[in-house]
């Protein structure tokens, strides 16, 4: 460990003599960014209310053959914007995009570099402006040193999966990092480093640099070690970091959307927020397959049962996992048949009876990894579904890609993309297992609707299991991109109905069965706190039958029109309020501490009575819980009283006069 320190600090007296030659403010002037071309390469400085937080830190692009002046007069230009947008959906359906913009030019027009500052954060990007047709990128050198050390909160850098569990380390430790790379530092700034609008490029992780001592991006490469082909005009992602003075900042900003473009889907009306169920978790549990046999899940008599259920709850969506042929080939020679259903599953009355009813049939095409099998069918696949009245598919990726390509790299992103693109040609809404991480692209694609990115529910199942501790650090983190199905809602949370069922299939390993590591209220206020378009309730139906609580999913509506994070501390505890329509939901939820919170109900709309319906813990009873109602106002108060990773979520519904 001293080693690192030494050669932190050797670094460190290298930095080169930093003479800004020009400087950008955020709008209400807090945030500063400066910028210098006086030295061997482009420089850049962010400073937060006259403090600095991030240090002198090289930018550039690598491309093999290519050159671009760094010396000389530079040509900028400037611009501000100030704008509320509206999308179709979101934690928030209106946003304000506010801020101050520097184009620099580097004197011979082959690059410049984009910079915004926002109040909110800073983010920069590249514009290329090569003679060549193609340039082949090898790295990139968009480096952060941070000014002074703080804590960190972020996933290990993988380019194959976002599925790990946080390391919490102070920022001079950290050797590598996925994004979002979420920080405080001991001055007290909160921020969050991440990309925006990622398309036809790696993602970007940091890594710390051996030479510098900084934290320096890093490109998924392709098989061939290259980082990306790119055309010689070509602009790259946004590069950002998040900037706040508290831990909910972060999740109250809009950074990431307000980095990318408007929709570029004219007629959104068919893209809509649902709740929904699906044959999901027995099979995850061992007790059903995804493969046709005595406990296939997805035949047509659970299909009709889950509609039904879906009609008698006020759910929109049901999915069928396992519905199509292939399944035998999973983790083998990974081909599935897109267009194909089991002999069980009799496909055109399932879709027949569900449209009859208005409920939205879910498609699920996991493809194992197998790209060049899935896009060669895509669009026809696609046009099937469309012509069931498919809107929802689930895609997965529960595999490695054929030809040795990373799931994160520029193929991976140019296929993820494709999918999106196609599936918007046929009114159709994606939700993606195994994806490529949020950017912020479902403002332009907003049939992009959720995905995972994380270690979800299913992980519950087959290890260790996602603790309190780790669904207090998902808002912070990974959640700052973008919505995620984590599939929230396990009401047995013992398994007590798996455990009973002595023909259970064992392929969980010796981890598996233990049980959920929240109480059943945590379970509940997870629906509010983990922002999902397509939320689900992901217990087998049985085990919602006659469960007084479940009457919170039903009141409940996925199609969220506000939503602000009220109080918070990453990795300890969350509070999130959201309103939909006339009613506002609340979802807490606490660390292993047993915690109480005072909440003022402000955010209640003035002068109208509500009845408050609370879901609250049992002291050392987490499967139980105590549901009381109780008639409020804005001008009221509640305590939260949480249990050791527990949890509440409460329902406001206007009282009818
Ligand atoms: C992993 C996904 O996350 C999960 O939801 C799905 O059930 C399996 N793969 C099978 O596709
Ligand atoms: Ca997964």
């Known amino acids: ?112 570099l984009r910079f915004r500052a926002y109040n909110d954060g800073v983010a920069l990007r590249y514009e290329l402006n090569a003679s060549a047709d193609t340039l082949v990128i090898t790295d990139e050198q968009t480096h952060f040193r941070f000014a002074t050390d703080g804590e960190s909160w972020a996933i290990p850098a993988s380019f194959e999966t976002y599925e790990l569990e946080y390391r919490h380390l102070p920022i001079r430790e950290v050797t590598d990092a996925n994004t979002p790379f979420t920080f405080r530092t001991n001055e007290g700034v909160f921020g969050s480093i991440h990309e925006a609008a990622l398309y036809d490029y790696p993602e970007m992780v940091i890594r710390r640099d051996s030479v510098t001592g900084d934290l320096k991006s890093d490109l998924a490469p392709l098989p061939d070690g290259v980082k990306a082909y790119v055309p010689g005009r070509f602009t790259t992602p946004w590069r950002s970091i998040q900037i706040g003075h508290s831990a909910v900042d972060l999740i109250n900003s809009a950074l990431i959307l307000n980095l990318n473009e408007p929709s570029k889907i004219a007629d959104t009306s068919w893209i809509r927020p649902q709740k929904y ?26 299909a009709v049962k889950y509609i039904d259920f879906a009609v008698a709850n006020n759910l929109q969506g049901v999915l069928f996992e396992g519905w199509n042929e292939g399944w035998e080939n999973w983790g083998g020679n990974q081909h599935f048949d897109y267009m194909k259903a089991y002999d069980d599953f009799d496909i055109d009355f399932i879709a027949g009876y569900a449209r009859d009813r208005g409920i939205e049939l879910w498609m699920h095409d996991e493809t194992g990894g197998n790209i060049p099998e899935f896009e060669a069918v895509l669009d026809s696949a696609f046009a099937y579904y469309a012509s069931l009245g498919v809107h929802t598919v689930k895609t997965g990726y529960a ?12 193929y991976g992103v140019r296929h993820y993309q494709k999918v999106v693109e196609t599936a918007a040609k ?167 501490e047993a915690r109480a919170i005072e909440l003022p109900l402000s955010f209640l709309n003035p002068g109208v009575e509500y009845m408050a319906e609370i879901y609250a813990d049992v002291e050392a009873a987490p499967e139980k819980i105590a549901i009381e109602r109780r008639k409020v106002t804005a001008t009221d108060s509640l305590t939260i009283r949480m249990a050791s990773a527990g949890g509440q979520a409460i329902s406001f519904i206007p009282v009818e006069l």
């Open 277 to 302: 169920v699906g044959i999901w978790w027995g099979m995850h549990l061992g007790t059903q397959t995804w493969t046709m046999g005595p406990r296939h899940g997805a035949t047509t008599e659970n």
């Open 426 to 592: 046929y009114n159709i809404m994606i939700d993606a297992h195994e994806p490529i991480k949020e950017t912020g692209i479902r403002r332009t694609w907003p049939n992009m609707m959720t995905r995972e990115g994380a270690r979800g529910m299913e992980w519950n199942a087959w290890s260790e299991g996602n603790s309190a501790d780790y669904l207090c650090t998902l808002p912070y983190v990974r959640l700052l991109s973008g919505p995620m199905d984590y599939t929230p809602g396990i009401f047995d949370i013992n398994y007590e109905r798996a455990k009973a069922d002595p023909g259970r299939i064992e392929w969980n390993g010796p981890n598996g069965h233990c049980r959920i590591k929240t109480t059943l209220a945590r379970q509940i206020a997870n629906w509010v706190i983990i922002y999902s378009p397509l939320q689900m309730a992901a217990d087998q139906i049985e085990n919602y039958e006659g469960q007084e609580a479940f009457k919170f999913f039903r009141d409940f509506n996925a199609d969220c029109d506000w939503s602000e994070a009220l109080q918070g501390e990453i990795g300890k505890y969350i509070v999130v309020a959201r309103r939909a329509g006339d009613r506002f939901f609340v979802g807490a939820g606490t660390n292993s």
């Open 1 to 112: 460990m001293k080693h690192i320190y030494l050669t932190l600090a050797l670094a460190c007296a290298s930095v080169p003599a930093f003479a800004a030659t020009e400087s950008l403010k955020s709008p209400d002037g807090r945030i500063e960014i400066r910028f210098s071309n006086d030295g061997e390469y482009p420089v850049y400085e962010v400073s937060v209310d006259g403090g600095q937080l991030i240090a002198p830190s090289r930018l550039g692009l690598d491309a093999a053959g290519w050159n671009y002046a760094v010396k000389g007069e530079l040509s900028t230009t400037r611009n501000s914007h100030n704008e509320t947008w509206h999308q179709p959906w979101g934690e928030n359906k209106t946003c304000v995009d506010n801020y101050n913009e520097m184009a620099v030019t580097l004197p011979d027009g082959q690059l410049t």
């Open 399 to 410: 595999g490695g890609f054929k030809g040795g390509y990373f799931h994160h790299s520029q």
